[in-house]
Protein backbone atom coordinates (compact mmCIF):
# COMPACT_ATOMS: atom_id res chain seq x y z
CA UNK A 1 0.00 0.00 0.00
CA UNK A 2 1.38 3.42 -1.02
CA UNK A 3 1.26 6.72 1.62
CA UNK A 4 1.78 9.90 1.02
CA UNK A 5 2.50 12.39 4.11
CA UNK A 6 1.90 15.97 3.63
CA UNK A 7 4.06 17.63 5.82
CA UNK A 8 4.70 21.70 6.28
CA UNK A 9 6.85 23.87 8.57
CA UNK A 10 5.36 24.93 11.21
CA UNK A 11 6.47 28.54 12.90
CA UNK A 12 7.60 27.95 16.54
CA UNK A 13 5.84 29.74 19.48
CA UNK A 14 8.75 31.31 20.79
CA UNK A 15 11.51 31.56 18.82
CA UNK A 16 9.31 32.19 15.24
CA UNK A 17 11.52 30.33 13.74
CA UNK A 18 10.34 27.60 11.18
CA UNK A 19 10.51 23.82 12.51
CA UNK A 20 8.29 20.65 12.39
CA UNK A 21 4.78 20.97 13.09
CA UNK A 22 3.21 18.53 16.09
CA UNK A 23 0.27 17.25 13.57
CA UNK A 24 2.95 16.78 10.62
CA UNK A 25 5.09 14.52 12.74
CA UNK A 26 2.35 12.82 13.95
CA UNK A 27 1.07 12.12 10.51
CA UNK A 28 4.52 10.84 9.37
CA UNK A 29 4.61 8.37 12.79
CA UNK A 30 1.21 6.81 11.91
CA UNK A 31 2.36 6.19 8.11
CA UNK A 32 5.60 4.28 9.15
CA UNK A 33 3.74 2.28 11.21
CA UNK A 34 1.09 1.40 8.45
CA UNK A 35 3.54 0.67 5.60
CA UNK A 36 7.10 0.61 4.20
CA UNK A 37 5.85 2.60 1.31
CA UNK A 38 6.25 6.01 2.24
CA UNK A 39 6.07 9.50 0.53
CA UNK A 40 6.94 12.60 1.82
CA UNK A 41 5.47 15.82 0.02
CA UNK A 42 5.99 19.30 0.59
CA UNK A 43 4.58 22.03 -1.51
CA UNK A 44 4.94 25.40 -0.80
CA UNK A 45 8.17 28.26 -0.95
CA UNK A 46 9.75 27.01 2.04
CA UNK A 47 13.62 26.02 1.80
CA UNK A 48 15.22 23.23 2.79
CA UNK A 49 16.30 24.67 5.93
CA UNK A 50 12.66 24.98 7.24
CA UNK A 51 12.06 21.34 6.02
CA UNK A 52 15.34 19.64 7.79
CA UNK A 53 13.43 18.96 11.09
CA UNK A 54 11.60 16.72 9.41
CA UNK A 55 14.13 14.51 8.03
CA UNK A 56 15.84 14.51 11.31
CA UNK A 57 12.14 13.91 12.83
CA UNK A 58 12.31 10.14 10.42
CA UNK A 59 11.31 11.42 7.08
CA UNK A 60 14.14 9.54 4.67
CA UNK A 61 13.52 11.48 1.58
CA UNK A 62 10.91 14.46 1.18
CA UNK A 63 9.48 15.28 -2.32
CA UNK A 64 9.80 19.45 -2.32
CA UNK A 65 6.82 20.93 -4.89
CA UNK A 66 8.56 24.45 -5.35
CA UNK A 67 6.03 26.99 -6.01
CA UNK A 68 6.37 31.08 -6.02
CA UNK A 69 5.60 32.58 -2.67
CA UNK A 70 1.41 32.92 -2.37
CA UNK A 71 0.22 30.39 -4.78
CA UNK A 72 -2.36 27.49 -4.15
CA UNK A 73 -1.11 24.60 -3.19
CA UNK A 74 -4.31 22.57 -4.33
CA UNK A 75 -3.54 21.87 -7.99
CA UNK A 76 0.19 20.96 -7.70
CA UNK A 77 -0.40 18.43 -4.73
CA UNK A 78 -3.77 16.91 -6.68
CA UNK A 79 -1.42 15.85 -9.26
CA UNK A 80 0.90 13.61 -7.46
CA UNK A 81 -1.25 12.25 -5.16
CA UNK A 82 -3.97 10.75 -7.71
CA UNK A 83 -2.37 7.14 -7.69
CA UNK A 84 -1.51 7.29 -3.89
CA UNK A 85 -3.85 4.96 -1.58
CA UNK A 86 -3.75 6.59 1.53
CA UNK A 87 -2.62 10.59 1.79
CA UNK A 88 -1.91 11.60 5.64
CA UNK A 89 -1.47 15.09 6.66
CA UNK A 90 -1.60 16.90 9.80
CA UNK A 91 -5.51 17.98 10.82
CA UNK A 92 -3.65 21.75 11.03
CA UNK A 93 -0.51 23.25 9.37
CA UNK A 94 1.67 25.50 12.26
CA UNK A 95 2.66 27.52 9.09
CA UNK A 96 1.11 29.58 6.24
CA UNK A 97 -2.23 29.99 6.73
CA UNK A 98 -3.12 27.25 9.13
CA UNK A 99 -6.78 27.37 8.10
CA UNK A 100 -7.51 23.46 8.19
CA UNK A 101 -9.01 23.41 4.54
CA UNK A 102 -6.08 21.25 3.03
CA UNK A 103 -7.55 17.59 4.02
CA UNK A 104 -10.98 18.46 2.75
CA UNK A 105 -10.11 20.54 -0.25
CA UNK A 106 -7.81 17.13 -1.32
CA UNK A 107 -10.45 14.94 -0.39
CA UNK A 108 -13.02 16.57 -2.18
CA UNK A 109 -10.90 16.91 -5.17
CA UNK A 110 -10.17 13.57 -5.13
CA UNK A 111 -13.30 12.17 -4.72
CA UNK A 112 -12.30 10.19 -1.63
CA UNK A 113 -13.44 9.40 1.49
CA UNK A 114 -12.43 12.02 4.09
CA UNK A 115 -11.68 10.93 8.15
CA UNK A 116 -10.89 14.04 9.87
CA UNK A 117 -8.97 14.53 13.55
CA UNK A 118 -7.56 10.78 13.23
CA UNK A 119 -6.11 9.45 16.26
CA UNK A 120 -4.92 5.73 14.93
CA UNK A 121 -5.79 3.42 11.46
CA UNK A 122 -6.35 -0.17 12.11
CA UNK A 123 -7.52 -2.34 9.04
CA UNK A 124 -10.06 -4.89 9.54
CA UNK A 125 -11.47 -6.97 6.60
CA UNK A 126 -11.25 -4.97 3.28
CA UNK A 127 -11.98 -1.67 5.54
CA UNK A 128 -10.00 0.69 7.13
CA UNK A 129 -11.37 2.02 11.00
CA UNK A 130 -10.05 5.33 12.61
CA UNK A 131 -10.02 6.60 15.43
CA UNK A 132 -11.51 10.19 15.55
CA UNK A 133 -10.46 12.79 18.55
CA UNK A 134 -13.49 15.18 19.36
CA UNK A 135 -13.63 17.87 22.16
CA UNK A 136 -14.43 16.25 25.80
CA UNK A 137 -11.91 13.32 24.98
CA UNK A 138 -14.67 11.42 23.27
CA UNK A 139 -13.47 9.28 20.54
CA UNK A 140 -15.44 7.63 17.39
CA UNK A 141 -14.60 4.80 15.17
CA UNK A 142 -14.78 5.51 11.67
CA UNK A 143 -14.83 3.08 8.75
CA UNK A 144 -13.74 3.63 5.53
CA UNK A 145 -12.27 1.79 2.12
CA UNK A 146 -9.58 2.88 0.22
CA UNK A 147 -8.51 5.37 -1.42
CA UNK A 148 -8.68 7.94 1.51
CA UNK A 149 -7.66 10.93 3.23
CA UNK A 150 -6.81 11.07 6.62
CA UNK A 151 -6.08 14.56 8.50
CA UNK A 152 -4.20 13.16 11.72
CA UNK A 153 -4.93 15.06 15.01
CA UNK A 154 -1.51 16.66 17.04
CA UNK A 155 -2.77 14.48 20.12
CA UNK A 156 -2.03 11.08 18.20
CA UNK A 157 1.90 9.39 18.77
CA UNK A 158 4.45 10.97 17.49
CA UNK A 159 7.59 10.38 15.32
CA UNK A 160 10.72 9.35 16.50
CA UNK A 161 13.26 12.02 18.56
CA UNK A 162 15.84 14.43 16.90
CA UNK A 163 18.49 12.81 15.01
CA UNK A 164 21.63 14.48 13.48
CA UNK A 165 22.87 11.36 11.53
CA UNK A 166 19.34 11.37 9.99
CA UNK A 167 18.92 14.96 9.11
CA UNK A 168 22.73 14.36 7.67
CA UNK A 169 21.20 11.23 5.46
CA UNK A 170 17.95 12.16 4.31
CA UNK A 171 17.51 13.87 1.58
CA UNK A 172 15.22 16.57 -0.33
CA UNK A 173 14.37 16.25 -4.12
CA UNK A 174 13.26 19.66 -5.49
CA UNK A 175 10.91 19.77 -8.41
CA UNK A 176 9.38 22.92 -9.98
CA UNK A 177 5.24 23.17 -10.04
CA UNK A 178 3.04 25.52 -10.39
CA UNK A 179 -0.37 26.87 -8.96
CA UNK A 180 -3.21 29.27 -9.20
CA UNK A 181 -2.59 32.99 -7.30
CA UNK A 182 -4.07 33.39 -3.94
CA UNK A 183 -5.92 36.97 -2.95
CA UNK A 184 -3.28 38.84 -1.78
CA UNK A 185 -3.38 38.77 2.16
CA UNK A 186 -2.50 42.28 4.53
CA UNK A 187 -0.76 41.27 7.49
CA UNK A 188 -1.09 43.60 10.69
CA UNK A 189 0.38 42.91 13.88
CA UNK A 190 -1.44 41.19 16.70
CA UNK A 191 -3.24 43.05 19.28
CA UNK A 192 -6.68 42.56 21.17
CA UNK A 193 -9.53 42.01 18.78
CA UNK A 194 -12.66 44.18 18.71
CA UNK A 195 -16.10 42.08 19.41
CA UNK A 196 -19.12 42.70 17.49
CA UNK A 197 -21.37 44.85 20.27
CA UNK A 198 -25.30 45.23 19.70
CA UNK A 199 -26.20 48.73 19.65
CA UNK A 200 -28.04 49.29 22.98
CA UNK A 201 -31.40 51.63 22.46
CA UNK A 202 -32.66 51.31 26.22
CA UNK A 203 -31.83 54.17 28.20
CA UNK A 204 -29.75 55.04 30.66
CA UNK A 205 -32.02 54.51 33.88
CA UNK A 206 -33.16 51.15 32.05
CA UNK A 207 -29.41 50.44 31.53
CA UNK A 208 -28.45 50.90 35.14
CA UNK A 209 -31.20 49.09 36.29
CA UNK A 210 -30.30 46.05 34.31
CA UNK A 211 -26.95 46.25 36.24
CA UNK A 212 -28.30 46.22 39.87
CA UNK A 213 -30.35 43.10 38.55
CA UNK A 214 -27.90 40.82 37.76
CA UNK A 215 -23.55 41.50 37.53
CA UNK A 216 -23.08 40.58 33.76
CA UNK A 217 -26.11 39.74 32.92
CA UNK A 218 -25.64 36.13 34.66
CA UNK A 219 -28.13 35.26 37.48
CA UNK A 220 -26.82 34.20 41.00
CA UNK A 221 -26.62 30.58 40.92
CA UNK A 222 -28.92 28.43 44.08
CA UNK A 223 -27.71 28.28 47.53
CA UNK A 224 -28.31 25.53 49.76
CA UNK A 225 -28.12 26.00 53.26
CA UNK A 226 -30.37 23.80 54.98
CA UNK A 227 -30.76 19.94 55.62
CA UNK A 228 -27.26 17.85 56.45
CA UNK A 229 -24.53 16.65 54.38
CA UNK A 230 -26.45 13.54 52.69
CA UNK A 231 -29.25 15.64 51.54
CA UNK A 232 -27.16 18.22 50.52
CA UNK A 233 -25.36 15.84 47.93
CA UNK A 234 -28.68 14.29 47.27
CA UNK A 235 -29.29 18.23 45.61
CA UNK A 236 -25.99 17.90 43.69
CA UNK A 237 -27.04 14.57 42.62
CA UNK A 238 -30.31 15.80 41.47
CA UNK A 239 -28.92 18.84 39.83
CA UNK A 240 -26.06 17.00 37.51
CA UNK A 241 -29.22 14.87 36.64
CA UNK A 242 -30.93 17.63 35.34
CA UNK A 243 -28.66 18.76 33.39
CA UNK A 244 -27.76 15.52 32.28
CA UNK A 245 -24.11 15.90 33.49
CA UNK A 246 -23.94 11.98 34.66
CA UNK A 247 -25.29 9.14 32.97
CA UNK A 248 -26.80 7.45 35.98
CA UNK B 1 -30.87 82.28 60.94
CA UNK B 2 -31.26 79.21 63.33
CA UNK B 3 -32.49 76.10 61.14
CA UNK B 4 -33.57 73.90 64.23
CA UNK B 5 -36.25 76.16 65.47
CA UNK B 6 -37.85 76.01 61.79
CA UNK B 7 -40.24 72.96 60.75
CA UNK B 8 -38.69 71.15 57.59
CA UNK B 9 -41.11 70.68 55.45
CA UNK B 10 -40.82 66.73 54.84
CA UNK B 11 -42.96 65.18 51.83
CA UNK B 12 -42.72 62.04 51.28
CA UNK B 13 -41.63 60.92 47.59
CA UNK B 14 -43.90 58.07 47.50
CA UNK B 15 -46.88 60.23 48.53
CA UNK B 16 -50.67 57.79 47.57
CA UNK B 17 -52.53 59.22 45.24
CA UNK B 18 -55.80 58.50 43.20
CA UNK B 19 -56.63 58.61 39.42
CA UNK B 20 -58.47 61.49 38.88
CA UNK B 21 -61.02 61.54 35.99
CA UNK B 22 -58.76 62.99 33.26
CA UNK B 23 -56.80 60.10 33.75
CA UNK B 24 -54.11 61.87 35.80
CA UNK B 25 -52.75 61.09 39.07
CA UNK B 26 -53.98 63.06 41.86
CA UNK B 27 -52.09 63.87 44.68
CA UNK B 28 -54.41 64.86 48.23
CA UNK B 29 -51.75 65.58 50.60
CA UNK B 30 -52.54 64.68 54.40
CA UNK B 31 -54.42 62.11 52.77
CA UNK B 32 -53.37 58.41 53.56
CA UNK B 33 -55.47 56.62 51.08
CA UNK B 34 -54.57 55.93 47.89
CA UNK B 35 -52.15 53.50 45.93
CA UNK B 36 -48.25 53.95 46.10
CA UNK B 37 -45.94 53.39 43.65
CA UNK B 38 -44.69 49.92 43.47
CA UNK B 39 -41.43 49.54 44.80
CA UNK B 40 -38.35 49.92 42.00
CA UNK B 41 -36.49 46.98 43.22
CA UNK B 42 -38.46 43.98 42.77
CA UNK B 43 -37.03 43.38 38.74
CA UNK B 44 -39.09 40.97 36.69
CA UNK B 45 -37.11 40.11 33.36
CA UNK B 46 -36.64 42.84 31.20
CA UNK B 47 -38.69 43.13 28.39
CA UNK B 48 -36.35 42.77 25.19
CA UNK B 49 -37.56 44.67 21.66
CA UNK B 50 -37.67 42.66 18.83
CA UNK B 51 -34.69 43.21 16.48
CA UNK B 52 -36.44 44.05 13.09
CA UNK B 53 -39.73 43.16 12.14
CA UNK B 54 -39.19 43.18 8.37
CA UNK B 55 -39.84 43.19 5.66
CA UNK B 56 -36.62 41.71 5.03
CA UNK B 57 -34.93 41.80 2.02
CA UNK B 58 -31.69 39.57 2.50
CA UNK B 59 -30.62 36.78 4.99
CA UNK B 60 -27.32 35.18 6.86
CA UNK B 61 -28.09 31.91 7.95
CA UNK B 62 -25.94 30.37 10.90
CA UNK B 63 -25.15 26.33 11.39
CA UNK B 64 -24.86 24.96 15.24
CA UNK B 65 -24.43 21.69 16.92
CA UNK B 66 -26.57 21.54 20.22
CA UNK B 67 -24.65 19.84 23.17
CA UNK B 68 -27.53 18.36 25.12
CA UNK B 69 -30.76 20.42 23.50
CA UNK B 70 -28.38 23.68 24.34
CA UNK B 71 -26.11 25.87 22.56
CA UNK B 72 -22.80 26.69 23.72
CA UNK B 73 -20.93 30.38 24.20
CA UNK B 74 -19.25 29.67 20.70
CA UNK B 75 -22.60 28.86 18.93
CA UNK B 76 -24.35 32.02 20.79
CA UNK B 77 -21.70 34.24 19.50
CA UNK B 78 -22.00 33.14 16.03
CA UNK B 79 -25.85 33.84 16.11
CA UNK B 80 -25.20 37.34 17.57
CA UNK B 81 -22.74 38.45 14.91
CA UNK B 82 -25.15 37.38 12.33
CA UNK B 83 -27.75 39.44 14.46
CA UNK B 84 -25.34 42.60 14.62
CA UNK B 85 -24.03 42.02 11.31
CA UNK B 86 -27.77 41.36 9.55
CA UNK B 87 -29.13 45.08 9.83
CA UNK B 88 -32.74 46.40 9.41
CA UNK B 89 -33.84 44.37 6.46
CA UNK B 90 -31.59 41.20 7.17
CA UNK B 91 -33.09 37.97 8.39
CA UNK B 92 -31.37 35.49 10.85
CA UNK B 93 -31.80 32.34 9.49
CA UNK B 94 -30.49 29.26 11.36
CA UNK B 95 -29.93 25.22 10.97
CA UNK B 96 -29.87 23.93 14.48
CA UNK B 97 -28.71 20.41 15.15
CA UNK B 98 -30.25 18.53 18.51
CA UNK B 99 -32.55 21.22 19.06
CA UNK B 100 -35.95 20.12 17.90
CA UNK B 101 -37.37 20.45 21.41
CA UNK B 102 -36.49 24.07 21.76
CA UNK B 103 -39.70 26.76 21.99
CA UNK B 104 -40.14 29.42 20.06
CA UNK B 105 -39.53 31.21 23.04
CA UNK B 106 -35.86 30.20 23.00
CA UNK B 107 -35.32 30.57 19.44
CA UNK B 108 -36.35 34.31 19.96
CA UNK B 109 -34.24 34.74 22.70
CA UNK B 110 -31.61 33.78 20.52
CA UNK B 111 -32.68 36.48 18.09
CA UNK B 112 -33.01 33.53 15.47
CA UNK B 113 -35.87 34.68 12.74
CA UNK B 114 -36.27 31.49 11.82
CA UNK B 115 -34.76 28.50 12.59
CA UNK B 116 -34.86 24.94 10.80
CA UNK B 117 -34.27 22.42 13.78
CA UNK B 118 -33.60 19.32 13.41
CA UNK B 119 -32.52 15.76 15.18
CA UNK B 120 -29.22 15.57 15.68
CA UNK B 121 -28.08 12.22 12.86
CA UNK B 122 -24.82 11.28 14.36
CA UNK B 123 -22.01 11.13 12.10
CA UNK B 124 -23.27 12.15 8.75
CA UNK B 125 -21.94 14.85 6.86
CA UNK B 126 -23.11 14.01 3.43
CA UNK B 127 -26.56 14.14 4.66
CA UNK B 128 -25.94 17.52 6.44
CA UNK B 129 -24.42 18.66 3.54
CA UNK B 130 -27.22 17.89 1.67
CA UNK B 131 -29.84 19.39 3.71
CA UNK B 132 -27.38 22.38 3.25
CA UNK B 133 -27.29 23.04 0.26
CA UNK B 134 -31.20 22.40 -0.51
CA UNK B 135 -31.19 25.18 2.11
CA UNK B 136 -28.73 27.88 0.97
CA UNK B 137 -31.00 26.31 -3.11
CA UNK B 138 -34.11 28.00 -0.90
CA UNK B 139 -32.72 30.93 0.82
CA UNK B 140 -29.96 32.39 -0.65
CA UNK B 141 -28.13 33.55 2.33
CA UNK B 142 -25.28 36.32 1.28
CA UNK B 143 -23.26 34.65 4.25
CA UNK B 144 -23.27 31.32 6.74
CA UNK B 145 -21.97 31.87 9.55
CA UNK B 146 -20.52 28.53 11.67
CA UNK B 147 -18.57 28.69 14.70
CA UNK B 148 -14.78 27.01 14.14
CA UNK B 149 -14.73 24.30 16.57
CA UNK B 150 -15.94 20.86 17.03
CA UNK B 151 -18.63 19.71 14.51
CA UNK B 152 -19.18 23.15 13.21
CA UNK B 153 -16.05 23.57 11.97
CA UNK B 154 -16.01 20.46 9.99
CA UNK B 155 -19.29 20.85 8.74
CA UNK B 156 -18.50 24.52 7.66
CA UNK B 157 -14.78 23.39 5.86
CA UNK B 158 -17.04 20.42 3.69
CA UNK B 159 -19.56 22.81 2.88
CA UNK B 160 -16.99 25.42 1.38
CA UNK B 161 -15.47 22.85 -0.43
CA UNK B 162 -18.16 21.43 -2.16
CA UNK B 163 -19.99 24.57 -2.84
CA UNK B 164 -16.81 26.38 -3.54
CA UNK B 165 -18.11 29.46 -1.56
CA UNK B 166 -15.41 31.41 -0.48
CA UNK B 167 -14.29 30.68 2.90
CA UNK B 168 -12.25 32.82 5.64
CA UNK B 169 -11.53 30.27 8.77
CA UNK B 170 -10.38 31.69 12.60
CA UNK B 171 -11.80 34.78 12.02
CA UNK B 172 -11.26 37.01 15.23
CA UNK B 173 -12.80 40.25 14.05
CA UNK B 174 -15.36 41.28 11.62
CA UNK B 175 -15.05 44.94 10.77
CA UNK B 176 -15.65 47.08 7.94
CA UNK B 177 -12.57 46.91 5.82
CA UNK B 178 -13.27 43.14 5.83
CA UNK B 179 -12.15 40.25 8.25
CA UNK B 180 -9.35 39.26 10.01
CA UNK B 181 -8.59 35.95 11.05
CA UNK B 182 -5.52 34.75 12.95
CA UNK B 183 -1.92 33.51 11.26
CA UNK B 184 0.29 31.57 13.04
CA UNK B 185 3.12 33.76 13.59
CA UNK B 186 1.92 36.53 11.62
CA UNK B 187 -0.23 38.37 13.81
CA UNK B 188 -3.85 39.10 11.88
CA UNK B 189 -4.07 39.14 8.57
CA UNK B 190 -7.27 41.32 6.60
CA UNK B 191 -8.99 39.44 4.18
CA UNK B 192 -11.65 40.69 2.27
CA UNK B 193 -14.90 39.17 3.76
CA UNK B 194 -15.93 36.16 2.62
CA UNK B 195 -19.49 34.04 2.09
CA UNK B 196 -18.55 31.10 4.62
CA UNK B 197 -17.21 32.62 8.13
CA UNK B 198 -15.91 30.52 10.47
CA UNK B 199 -15.68 32.06 13.54
CA UNK B 200 -13.05 31.86 16.84
CA UNK B 201 -14.84 32.93 20.05
CA UNK B 202 -14.26 35.98 20.86
CA UNK B 203 -16.08 37.54 17.48
CA UNK B 204 -19.32 38.87 19.30
CA UNK B 205 -20.73 39.66 22.50
CA UNK B 206 -23.38 37.16 22.98
CA UNK B 207 -25.72 39.01 24.80
CA UNK B 208 -28.08 40.82 22.81
CA UNK B 209 -30.09 43.84 23.38
CA UNK B 210 -33.06 42.01 21.68
CA UNK B 211 -35.03 38.90 20.33
CA UNK B 212 -35.77 37.94 17.66
CA UNK B 213 -38.80 36.27 15.72
CA UNK B 214 -38.15 32.41 16.57
CA UNK B 215 -40.39 31.12 13.85
CA UNK B 216 -39.89 27.52 12.15
CA UNK B 217 -38.64 27.25 9.37
CA UNK B 218 -39.68 24.16 6.62
CA UNK B 219 -38.29 22.40 3.53
CA UNK B 220 -39.09 19.29 2.22
CA UNK B 221 -37.78 16.24 3.49
CA UNK B 222 -34.88 14.78 1.63
CA UNK B 223 -34.63 10.91 0.23
CA UNK B 224 -31.67 9.06 1.94
CA UNK B 225 -28.36 9.90 1.07
CA UNK B 226 -25.58 7.08 1.54
CA UNK B 227 -22.31 8.02 3.47
CA UNK B 228 -19.19 7.20 2.09
CA UNK B 229 -17.55 6.80 6.02
CA UNK B 230 -19.46 4.74 8.00
CA UNK B 231 -19.50 5.25 11.70
CA UNK B 232 -19.28 2.71 14.05
CA UNK B 233 -20.07 4.35 17.18
CA UNK B 234 -18.49 6.41 19.54
CA UNK B 235 -17.42 6.33 23.32
CA UNK B 236 -16.11 8.80 25.76
CA UNK B 237 -13.22 7.54 27.92
CA UNK B 238 -13.43 7.91 31.58
CA UNK B 239 -12.54 11.33 32.23
CA UNK B 240 -9.98 10.24 34.56
CA UNK B 241 -8.05 8.76 31.74
CA UNK B 242 -8.16 12.25 30.17
CA UNK B 243 -5.91 15.17 30.19
CA UNK B 244 -7.35 18.09 32.55
CA UNK B 245 -8.37 20.40 29.55
CA UNK B 246 -10.11 17.49 27.54
CA UNK B 247 -12.17 16.22 30.58
CA UNK B 248 -16.23 16.71 30.78
CA UNK B 249 -16.57 16.55 34.70
CA UNK B 250 -13.59 17.67 36.75
CA UNK B 251 -13.79 17.59 41.02
CA UNK B 252 -11.52 19.90 42.44
CA UNK B 253 -10.00 20.51 45.57
CA UNK B 254 -8.78 23.35 47.71
CA UNK B 255 -7.56 24.33 51.00
CA UNK B 256 -11.24 23.03 52.55
CA UNK B 257 -10.19 19.13 51.50
CA UNK B 258 -7.90 17.57 53.93
CA UNK B 259 -8.96 14.05 53.23
CA UNK B 260 -7.34 13.70 50.09
CA UNK B 261 -7.98 9.66 49.60
CA UNK B 262 -11.59 9.82 50.19
CA UNK B 263 -11.23 12.97 47.70
CA UNK B 264 -9.95 10.38 45.29
CA UNK B 265 -12.36 8.21 46.21
CA UNK B 266 -15.18 10.46 45.25
CA UNK B 267 -13.78 11.33 41.65
CA UNK B 268 -13.07 7.60 41.16
CA UNK B 269 -17.26 7.02 42.03
CA UNK B 270 -17.98 9.64 39.66
CA UNK B 271 -15.16 9.08 36.68
CA UNK B 272 -14.23 12.47 36.55
CA UNK B 273 -11.14 13.74 36.18
CA UNK B 274 -8.98 15.42 39.09
CA UNK B 275 -8.17 18.81 39.90
CA UNK B 276 -6.51 20.92 42.76
CA UNK B 277 -6.67 24.56 43.34
CA UNK B 278 -3.08 26.41 43.87
CA UNK B 279 -3.32 26.03 47.32
CA UNK B 280 -3.33 22.27 47.36
CA UNK B 281 -0.49 21.91 44.86
CA UNK B 282 1.74 24.01 46.88
CA UNK B 283 0.47 21.81 49.90
CA UNK B 284 2.07 18.87 47.93
CA UNK B 285 -1.56 16.94 48.27
CA UNK B 286 -1.73 17.35 44.47
CA UNK B 287 0.60 17.22 41.60
CA UNK B 288 1.71 19.90 39.40
CA UNK B 289 -0.52 18.95 36.24
CA UNK B 290 -3.32 18.79 38.20
CA UNK B 291 -3.67 22.91 39.19
CA UNK B 292 -6.29 24.43 37.79
CA UNK B 293 -6.47 28.60 37.21
CA UNK B 294 -3.93 31.41 35.87
CA UNK B 295 -0.56 29.37 36.66
CA UNK B 296 -2.11 25.75 35.52
CA UNK B 297 -4.40 24.86 33.14
CA UNK B 298 -7.68 26.23 31.72
CA UNK B 299 -10.11 23.58 31.69
CA UNK B 300 -13.36 23.46 29.92
CA UNK B 301 -15.60 21.19 31.28
CA UNK B 302 -19.70 20.83 31.16
CA UNK B 303 -19.71 20.38 35.24
CA UNK B 304 -16.70 22.00 37.37
CA UNK B 305 -17.19 20.57 40.94
CA UNK B 306 -15.42 23.06 43.36
CA UNK B 307 -14.62 21.10 46.87
CA UNK B 308 -12.85 23.38 48.82
CA UNK B 309 -12.12 26.10 46.71
CA UNK B 310 -12.99 29.94 47.89
CA UNK B 311 -12.45 30.83 44.10
CA UNK B 312 -9.14 33.15 43.99
CA UNK B 313 -9.62 35.51 40.53
CA UNK B 314 -6.83 33.26 39.43
CA UNK B 315 -8.56 29.80 39.82
CA UNK B 316 -11.59 31.64 38.42
CA UNK B 317 -10.21 32.68 35.41
CA UNK B 318 -8.81 28.92 34.82
CA UNK B 319 -12.69 27.79 34.72
CA UNK B 320 -13.93 30.39 32.47
CA UNK B 321 -15.52 28.08 29.80
CA UNK B 322 -16.77 25.48 32.53
CA UNK B 323 -20.87 25.45 31.83
CA UNK B 324 -21.89 24.41 35.45
CA UNK B 325 -20.16 25.56 38.25
CA UNK B 326 -20.98 23.33 41.75
CA UNK B 327 -19.46 24.78 44.34
CA UNK B 328 -18.62 23.33 47.99
CA UNK B 329 -17.71 25.65 50.88
CA UNK B 330 -18.47 26.80 54.51
CA UNK B 331 -17.66 30.07 53.78
CA UNK B 332 -21.25 31.25 51.68
CA UNK B 333 -18.76 34.77 51.27
CA UNK B 334 -16.47 33.41 49.24
CA UNK B 335 -15.85 34.28 45.65
CA UNK B 336 -16.49 30.59 44.28
CA UNK B 337 -20.12 31.04 45.52
CA UNK B 338 -20.68 34.03 43.38
CA UNK B 339 -19.43 32.13 40.11
CA UNK B 340 -21.15 28.87 40.77
CA UNK B 341 -24.36 27.77 39.51
CA UNK B 342 -24.99 25.88 42.83
CA UNK B 343 -23.68 26.42 45.98
CA UNK B 344 -23.38 23.90 48.99
CA UNK B 345 -22.28 25.67 52.29
CA UNK B 346 -21.19 22.82 54.16
CA UNK B 347 -18.13 21.14 55.57
CA UNK B 348 -16.25 19.36 52.81
CA UNK B 349 -15.26 16.36 54.61
CA UNK B 350 -18.73 15.24 55.71
CA UNK B 351 -20.20 16.27 52.16
CA UNK B 352 -17.22 14.06 50.26
CA UNK B 353 -18.16 10.83 52.29
CA UNK B 354 -21.81 11.25 51.86
CA UNK B 355 -21.61 11.85 47.97
CA UNK B 356 -19.53 9.67 47.22
CA UNK B 357 -21.89 6.82 49.18
CA UNK B 358 -24.59 8.49 46.98
CA UNK B 359 -22.95 7.83 44.47
CA UNK B 360 -21.78 4.42 44.25
CA UNK B 361 -25.00 3.65 45.89
CA UNK B 362 -26.77 5.26 42.81
CA UNK B 363 -24.61 3.62 40.39
CA UNK B 364 -25.26 0.21 41.86
CA UNK B 365 -28.91 0.53 41.24
CA UNK B 366 -28.50 1.82 37.80
CA UNK B 367 -26.59 -1.34 36.76
CA UNK B 368 -29.28 -3.96 38.35
Avoid at chain 2, 216 to 240: F, H, K, N
Wanted: glycine share 8%; charged share 20%; aromatic share 4%.
Amino acid sequence: MKIAVLVAPAVHPVSGRPCAGEADLAALALAQRLSSQVDVWYAGAADDAALADYLARGADNIHSLSLSPGSDVLAALCSVLQGVDMVLCGARAGGGDGSGLLPYQLAEQLGRALLPDVLDLSKSDQQWQALQALPKGVRRTLAAKLPLVASVHARAASAVGWSYARLQQGKIQRKAATGAALPQVVLEPARRARALVAASKVSGHARMQGAIAGGEGKSAGIVVKQGDSVEKAQVVLDYLRQHQLVDF
Amino acid sequence: MDFSTQAIPRIDPRRPWVLGPSGLKRIVLGDDSGSRDAALLAHGPAHKPLRSSGPFSQRLLVVAHAERGQLDDAAREAIAAAAILAGKDGEVLALLYGMQDAAPEALAELAVDRALTVADPGYAPEQKLALLQQLLQQESPHTVLFADRGEDADLGRRLACRTRLSVVTDVVEIAADGVRRRQPGAGFSLRERAQLLLLARGVAEAKLPFVGKGERLQTTALSAISEQVQDLGSAASPASELALEEADLIVSAGNGVSNVPGFLALAEALGAAVGASRVAVDDGRFSRDKQVGATGKTVQASAYIALGISGAVQHLQGIKSCRHVIAVNLDAAAPMIKRADLSIIDDCQSFISAFEALVRRERKEKQQ
